[in-house]
């Protein structure tokens, strides 16, 4: 793999649902090692769909994906894709499916060839890492809605994965659960990419913006330098707004 | 910190294998349903009496449940003893009871109490999770167990769902009546869960590949026969041979 190719790089993707028109068309991404990557979509604008591209859950109707230096277009390439990069899905719900808390963190680790006993242990520590001691024999859908995100993590970061793919990870938490989930972010020495309409996640967390519109994604360079008017209650007492995260 | 109370009994309550439990449950189910005579039949009444004993069920909700199941014995009670053909023992007008349906009556209630008390005390505490792996561990195909594992899962989200769209259809004043627009409401409604479920399902199952699935569910759980669980195992099966030379003398 060449030193300065990116991890993940697509190019003139079109990718369209079945009697809809193309939601993707000529989109071009790239995720290198060490960044944070934003990508500011409203809704419906294809970021799910961008990020199933890449774990070769949908194939394109054209263009180019190549990951870790080699073009990707079967499905037997896309299996060491899936080992290496972690997605977490938008709903904890769907990536939740085991009877308890620990055997949904030790699946990964188990289907990649783990013993129990190694299995166990990574998920163990996982769980500790992301401050979840005591959760392994909850039952998944008895989790609070924050809990289930983190739990969805866990399992996804149980793999050891080499890049992150986050779809809308702030979906449903409150103010302390997120603030959690980006310290959790920060701390991880992995590239990531994350998808999300929260333009104040994504610039709390990102090195990079991109927007994904009309099907295609766009840098966004530079700050634009720009000032609210807002009122709340109280606004007329000394006070101070801090950004989230 | 959210506090994470632990799973209800552990993965092996009353301390007996839950593959024990079920091969026990599976061995008496199937002598139970066999026995034809008085003796065979009362004997695994007392074995399941002294099932209940052992594992302490608690009285109250026992009685709960063995009322429900007796509703179900009731019903052969009405009719068992009219259609049997044989000596008539007691006339209702027309209808008449024989000895030979009055007897087979009793036995069905005496078998499927002994049949609901075992089942209560051996089946009925194991965790749902630790039940699956004991099948799969005991011959039950691994999709089966996989199946079972999944519905139970997603069945307390599907029902979530169900209530959603109810609630919905509630607050557009929608009230179930006897009538052409009530059935047509529920079809969608129910059209709407399967849509619903099968878009659910395609995206479990998709996160099922991106964590490396590859057809086969490897477990976590390891089961340890313990000494306990043993002599459990050889008294269970010491108790259902016992009822079987009753039976088979008697």
Request: hydrophobic share 50%.
């Amino acid at each position: 793999m060449a030193a300065e190719e990116p991890l993940v790089a697509l190019r003139g993707i079109r990718f369209g649902y079945p009697g809809a028109a193309p939601i993707l068309e000529g989109l071009d991404f790239a995720l290198g090692g060490g960044e944070r990557v934003g990508i500011l979509a409203p809704n419906g604008s294809g970021k799910t769909t961008l990020l199933l591209l890449i774990m070769g859950l949908l194939r394109p109707q054209a263009g180019e994906i190549r990951i870790f230096g080699e073009p990707r277009r079967a499905e037997a390439d896309f299996l060491e894709v899936r080992r290496r990069i972690g997605l977490v899905f938008q709903d904890p719900e769907d990536q939740l499916f085991c009877p308890t808390v620990l055997e949904d963190v030790a699946f990964g680790p188990l289907n990649l060839g783990k013993s129990r006993a190694e299995a166990a242990a990574v998920a163990r520590r996982t769980l500790a890492a992301l401050g979840l001691e005591g959760f392994e024999g909850r039952i998944g859908f008895k989790l609070s809605g924050g809990e289930k995100r983190l739990v969805a993590l866990a399992a996804v970061l149980a793999m050891e994965p080499e890049a992150l793919l986050l779809d809308e990870p702030e979906n449903g938490l409150d103010a302390r659960t997120r603030l959690r989930l980006v310290e959790v972010l920060e701390r991880l020495p992995i590239p990531q990419a994350i998808v999300s309409h929260d333009i104040d996640l994504l610039t709390a967390l990102c090195d990079r913006l991109l927007t994904l519109e009309a099907g295609t994604i766009r840098d966004v360079d530079g700050e634009a330098l720009h000032r609210h008017l807002h009122v709340h209650r109280l606004g007329d007492r000394p006070h101070r707004h801090g950004l989230p995260g | 910190m959210i506090p994470a109370p632990p799973v209800e009994g552990g993965d092996a309550p009353g301390g007996i294998d839950p593959r024990v439990r079920l091969a026990a449950a599976i061995g008496f189910s199937a002598a139970t349903a066999a026995w034809q005579r008085p003796a065979g039949i009362l004997a695994a009444l007392g074995f399941a009496l002294g099932l209940a004993a052992f594992f302490r069920l608690s009285p109250r909700p026992l009685l709960r449940r063995l009322l429900a199941a007796n509703g179900f014995v009731l019903l052969l009670w009405a009719i068992v003893p009219f259609s049997l053909p044989g000596e008539a023992l007691v006339r209702l007008g027309p209808l008449a009871a024989s000895r030979e349906g009055l007897a087979l009556a009793l036995a069905i209630t005496l078998k499927s109490n002994a049949l609901v008390l075992a089942l209560l005390a051996l089946v009925a505490p194991l965790p749902f999770p630790a039940a699956g792996h004991a099948l799969h561990r005991l011959g039950v195909p691994g999709k089966l167990v996989q199946l079972l594992l999944l519905t139970w899962r997603y069945l307390a989200l599907l029902e979530q769902e169900f209530h959603r769209l109810r609630r919905a259809a509630a607050l557009r004043g929608f009230r179930p009546r006897t009538d052409l627009h009530t059935y047509r409401t529920f079809a969608w409604l129910l059209g709407m869960l399967l849509v619903r479920s099968v878009d659910r399902a395609e995206r479990v199952r998709r996160a099922m590949l991106c964590r490396g699935f590859r057809g086969v569910f490897l477990s976590l759980h390891e089961f340890r026969l313990t000494r306990r669980s043993l002599a459990f195992a050889a008294a269970a099966a010491a108790a259902v041979v016992a009822s079987a030379w009753l039976e088979l003398a008697g």
